[in-house]
């Protein structure tokens, strides 16, 4: 069984920062994709920053600069750094995963469980 814990969510004043870190635990043999996603209320599930098994990195445009994603390939983790936050920024995250379990046939979708960002002025 795999799992994906976060971490790091919380509640903060406008224009400061947040980090939210994720490891992937388990029964994990291989990552490839790893990334952030986030969803308001009534809401679709976004895609906020994603990043390969590389290191290359895709943001969402409204985090462009202020954001920034990054893995750590050992230790089955990634972290988003997030810098000068908005209300707009307020939502759910998630962190997501492309997993090769040990005992899996095959690559699967993992998802968080969902960590409360809330920015206010």
């Known amino acids: 069984q795999v799992q994906l814990v976060e971490s790091g969510g919380g509640s903060v004043q406008v224009g400061e920062s947040l980090t939210l870190s994720c490891a992937a635990a388990?029964?994990?043999?291989?990552?490839?994709?790893m990334g952030w996603y986030r969803q308001t209320p009534g809401g679709e599930r976004d895609m906020v920053a994603r990043?390969?098994?590389?290191?290359?990195?895709t943001y969402e445009d409204s985090v462009q600069g202020r954001f920034n994603l990054f893995r750590d390939n050992e230790k089955k983790t990634v972290t988003l750094r997030m810098d000068t936050l908005g209300p707009e920024d307020s939502a759910v995250y998630y962190c997501?995963?492309?997993?090769?379990?040990?005992?899996?046939?095959?690559?699967?979708?993992?998802w968080g469980q969902g960590t409360q960002v809330t920015v206010s002025s």
């Open positions: 997501y995963a492309r997993i090769l379990a040990r005992t899996a046939r095959g690559w699967s979708d993992s």
């Open positions: 388990g029964d994990v043999f291989r990552l490839n994709g």
């Open positions: 990043i390969t098994h590389e290191g290359g990195t």
